[in-house]
Each structure stands twice: as structure tokens, then as C-alpha cells.
């Protein structure tokens, strides 16, 4: 099992420039959620999704669109690169429902917008 | 609004020592907590799960309703124990994750 899979590890981009940030999950996890790194600051959920073709906001959703077409990609748009989403982006995938599953992370993608 | 709060941002140990790395939670209903810890530079790992009551890598934590606080424990603390760590908290719906701002846990020699 790969568990979370992002690409890519590492980016820079120009301010204004769009991409997309993959994750792919092979663990048919039904949840999918996007975070944010900052010092100082913690995690912050961007957007998550409880299944193919739902997706909802999270804490910091500006700027950013995600969309869920099959169970094992969740992919994160930038669509018009700012200096301030330079930051470390997790991807995380979980089982839904109750039992009291934790997440499984992805190793990150490093961003800096110049 | 659910809220977790980790006061700390830096603790410093020296080996040997018992380490307690504080949380403090806000919610209205019934909380599923966790821990989850950061290696330089690596991937968030799950650490604990309250519901679970178990010990990984020495490290305990607690439910305390009373207190609304779940601190991770550990009574001897290792150089490999040198990381972050986030409190988080499960609930509002779905299987959103609310973290706090972490913890770096440095273990001197």
C-alpha cells in the first residue's frame, strides 16, 4: 500500500500562476481534506470532501478550489498564486463514520509563491 | 466552535526527564481526541487516540472532561522524542480534524 500520495514535493511559483497540487489515496478511504502549515499557526483545514462528488469549505478555503471526482484522487487548485500561500500543504484521508479513525498523512508539498 | 489549544510552543527537556506536553480543548459535545507527532521534516503520524487508552512509544494521554484536557504524557523522555506534536480534535460534523498550533518537543542531552 502507497497509503496518501502527493505530487509534487517541492514548487515555486509566480505570483498569479495557477496549479494543482495531487493527492491519491489506495486505501478506499471515504474522507479527503486538504491542510495548510504555517508556524505559529498550526493546521488549517482547507477543504474536505466525505466522498466522490462532495466537497465543503474548510477554515481558509479562499483562493483554492478542490474537486472529488472518484474515491482516490483529491486534487487542490491554486488558481491565481499569492505570496501568502506559500506554506507546506498536507493531504490527509481518513475512513468515515464512527470508530474513531485517525488520518492518514501525506508526506507534503512545499510551496513558495514569489 | 470547536477550538484546541496548545500553550506551549516550545518545550525543552533533558533526557530522562517526564514530559508533559499540555492541550486544552473547546466543544459542546462529546470530543474524540488524538496526538499526532512530526518528525523533522516528515509526514503528520498518528500517535495516540483517547478512545483507545493505549501507550506508543511510552507516550500516554488522558481524557480529563472536567479539565476539557487531554496532555500527553511520557515519564522519561528520549533524544528520539525530539519533534512536533499536534493535539486535535475530532467533532462539528463529518470527520473534521481542528488542530492546535503544536508543540516542539526538544530532548537535550
Known amino acids: 500500500n502507497a497509503g496518501v500520495t502527493q505530487t509534487p514535493k517541492f514548487q515555486v511559483l509566480k505570483t498569479g500562476q495557477s496549479m494543482t497540487l495531487q493527492c491519491a489515496q489506495d486505501m478506499n478511504h471515504e474522507y479527503m481534506s486538504w491542510y495548510r502549515q504555517d508556524p505559529g499557526m498550526g493546521l488549517r483545514l482547507i477543504h474536505y470532501s466525505v466522498g466522490a462528488g462532495i466537497t465543503d469549505q474548510g477554515e481558509v478555503p479562499n483562493g483554492y478550489n478542490v474537486s472529488r471526482s472518484t474515491t482516490e484522487d483529491f486534487p487542490l487548485r491554486l488558481l491565481s498564486a499569492a505570496p501568502s500561500q506559500t506554506s507546506v500543504y498536507f493531504c490527509?484521508?481518513?475512513?468515515?463514520?464512527?470508530?474513531?479513525?485517525?488520518?492518514?498523512f501525506g508526506s507534503g508539498t512545499r510551496l513558495t509563491v514569489v | 466552535a470547536q477550538r484546541v489549544t496548545q500553550p506551549e510552543k516550545l518545550l525543552s527537556v533533558f533526557k530522562g526527564a517526564p514530559v508533559e506536553l499540555k492541550c486544552n480543548y473547546s466543544?459542546?459535545?462529546?470530543?474524540?481526541l488524538f496526538w499526532y507527532v512530526q518528525y523533522s521534516r516528515q509526514r503528520l503520524q498518528l500517535l495516540l487516540r483517547?478512545?483507545s487508552r493505549e501507550s506508543i512509544k511510552g507516550f500516554t494521554a488522558d481524557l480529563n472532561k472536567g479539565e476539557t484536557s487531554f496532555h500527553l504524557k511520557k515519564p522519561f523522555a528520549q533524544e528520539e522524542d525530539s519533534a512536533m506534536y499536534y493535539c486535535a480534535l475530532k467533532g462539528g460534523g463529518g470527520n473534521k480534524l481542528t488542530f492546535g498550533t503544536g508543540t516542539q518537543l526538544k530532548v537535550e542531552l
Open positions: 490527509a484521508s481518513s475512513y468515515s463514520g464512527a470508530g474513531n479513525y485517525g488520518y492518514t
Open positions: 483517547h478512545i
Open positions: 466543544y459542546s459535545g462529546s470530543p474524540e
